[in-house]
Every structure is written in structure tokens, then in C-alpha cells.
């Protein structure tokens, strides 16, 4: 785990103010916006508009409340604290980026667009680990990376250097991919923006099935702990919600311009005191230090 991530822990562990529950991020492709939501759908603000976001594309999230955004048209992945200041900014190789994903060490990889790289962004620096023909989703599990192309309809599997790419899924739907995620289970879950559906890839398995059709251009969706989906239909305006047995459970959120991606991230509450204030603090120091250093 990153040290800074380590610090922030400890020091949520010290006010007893572990995350008190995920907020829902979306983002707004159509209206350059990132919203936040709780996960009953109710609207609680957007993400810092100051920055001027154009074309904002995937959003992803750690765990200490840090989130991620790639800013597709002006080449870079900004991100944020808990608190929604802006904290870095990813650049470096990057010409669209698309697909996020963050390893247990707090590194970042970025795929981008126009170029098919997959660049890990780390405290040393930035590097080209991969190039796969028409990345998009980025997801990490278990010490491994995979992406989903849309030009081939594969699901490639690598190491983390890049290395050792083998396709775990291949010629999927209409062969459109866009986002890739996990379930707790370890199941992998794969949207096809075309064909309007989300295949399932259970672990262990190499039998893919059709997990939800009739979808209106789902992109880059999320999981939460129950296994229930968060799916944005790009082309119907929506956040919908996909149950864990596949059932349509109906629109979460409507009347989005083209919303493109969701993430899940934890949230910590406010007013650490006492000596956890001053952790916290000190993490902020610490994370501010290593993005102006090395990222």
C-alpha cells in the first residue's frame, strides 16, 4: 500500500471515522461535469467546476476518499482529495485518456485512447508498460491488469510491468467493449456499448454469458459490495441498476448528457480533532510532497 494511503488510515482509525459509506460519481460526458450522488440517486453537488473539465470520460476512486478523473480532450487525469481540491495532475504520454485503475501499492494506470498505451503513473515516474489495439476499460484484480478493446472484442490479461498478455475473453457482443469491473466474488463483468449488454465472466471460468441485455450504450460501470451494477447508458441519460441476479432494477438517476462512466468511492466524514487532525494534516503534507516530487 502507498505510504500516504497508509497515513490516511491510521488516521481514520484513530477518530473512529473509517469511510461512512461510498458516494456515487459520474461522469457527465455531454455537460463536461462529474456529479456526485448518494446511492439513493439524490444529487449532492459536482466536482470541483473550476477545473473546466472537456469531455470528462472515466472516473475512478481509492479508498480514502481520493478520486481520479480522465479529462479526455485536454489530455490529462486530474485528481482530487476527499474534500474535492485538486491535488495532481497526470499528463506526462497522455493524449485521450480513458480507462483508470489503481493497485493495492496506490499506483495509477491510464490507457490512452488514441494511442492504445497503458501508462502506469508511479512515485518514480511515469512509463509505457503495454499496448493493446483499441484499449478501453482498465480494471485491476489480484496483482493483474485487464483491459477490454473495442476494436477486437478481446479481454487481455497482463502483469502489472506489462508483461505475459493472454486474451481471457474473446470476440465478446459486437465486440464495442468499453468498461470492465470486478464483483467481490472475483467475477469479471464486461459492457458492450453497441450491443447494449453486459457479459459476465465468473472466476475460474471460461464460459462468458450474456449477463443483462436492452441496455442504452452502457459504458464504464461499477460494482458495489452486494454485487449490484451501477450502469451509464450513454445514449439514454441514465445511472441504472443492474441486481446482482442480472435483474433490471430501473433507473437510479435520469436526465444526464451522455454520462460515460461511474465509480464508487468511500467517503470519510469531516472534523477529524485532536491528534487525528494532525495526522491528517500530515498525510496532506505527505501526498502534496509526493505529487509535486514524482508524479
Known amino acids: 500500500?502507498?505510504?500516504?494511503?497508509r497515513c490516511l488510515i491510521a488516521a481514520l482509525l484513530i477518530a473512529g471515522a473509517l469511510p461512512a459509506g461510498p458516494l456515487l460519481y459520474e461522469t457527465n460526458e455531454g455537460g463536461n461535469t462529474?456529479?456526485?450522488?448518494?446511492?439513493?440517486g439524490v444529487a449532492a453537488g459536482t466536482l470541483n467546476p473550476a477545473i473546466q473539465f472537456s469531455t470528462p470520460y472515466v472516473v475512478t476512486g481509492n479508498g480514502v476518499g481520493d478520486v481520479f478523473v480522465s479529462d479526455y480532450s485536454n489530455g490529462r487525469v486530474v485528481e482530487f482529495g476527499p474534500g474535492g481540491s485538486q491535488i495532481a495532475t497526470f499528463s506526462a504520454g497522455l493524449g485521450n485518456p480513458g480507462g483508470l485503475a489503481l493497485d493495492g501499492q496506490g499506483n495509477l494506470?491510464?490507457?490512452?485512447?488514441?494511442s492504445g498505451n497503458i501508462?502506469?503513473?508511479a512515485s518514480g515516474g511515469e512509463s509505457v508498460i503495454a499496448t493493446v489495439a483499441g484499449a478501453r476499460g482498465l480494471a485491476y484484480e489480484n496483482g493483474l491488469l485487464y483491459t477490454a478493446s473495442s476494436t477486437t472484442g478481446n479481454v487481455v490479461r497482463m502483469a502489472?510491468?506489462?508483461?505475459g498478455q493472454t486474451t481471457v475473453a474473446s470476440a465478446v457482443g459486437t465486440g464495442d467493449l468499453r468498461g470492465v469491473a470486478f464483483d467481490s466474488a472475483g467475477d469479471l463483468f464486461i459492457s458492450d456499448v453497441t450491443g447494449g449488454s453486459i457479459y459476465e465472466l465468473a472466476s475460474g471460468s471460461t464460459t462468458l454469458k450474456q449477463f443483462a441485455s436492452g441496455?442504452?450504450?452502457p459504458e464504464y460501470l461499477a460494482i458495489d459490495a452486494a454485487g449490484t451494477l451501477y450502469v451509464p447508458e450513454y445514449f439514454g441519460g441514465n445511472i441504472r441498476i443492474i441486481g446482482p441476479d442480472g435483474t433490471n432494477d430501473g433507473v437510479l438517476i435520469g436526465g444526464l448528457n451522455a454520462p460515460s462512466s461511474v465509480a464508487l468511492v468511500a467517503t470519510p466524514e469531516p472534523g477529524y480533532t485532536g491528534i487525528a487532525g494532525l495526522i491528517v494534516a500530515m498525510c496532506v503534507g505527505l501526498r502534496l510532497?509526493?505529487?509535486r516530487a514524482g508524479r
Open 1 to 5: 500500500m502507498h505510504p500516504v494511503s
Open 160 to 163: 502489472t510491468d506489462g508483461s
Open 119 to 121: 501508462l502506469k503513473f
Open 34 to 40: 462529474t456529479g456526485i450522488y448518494t446511492l439513493a
Open 109 to 114: 494506470y491510464v490507457v490512452d485512447r488514441s
Open 289 to 291: 510532497r509526493f505529487s
Open 215 to 217: 441496455l442504452a450504450g
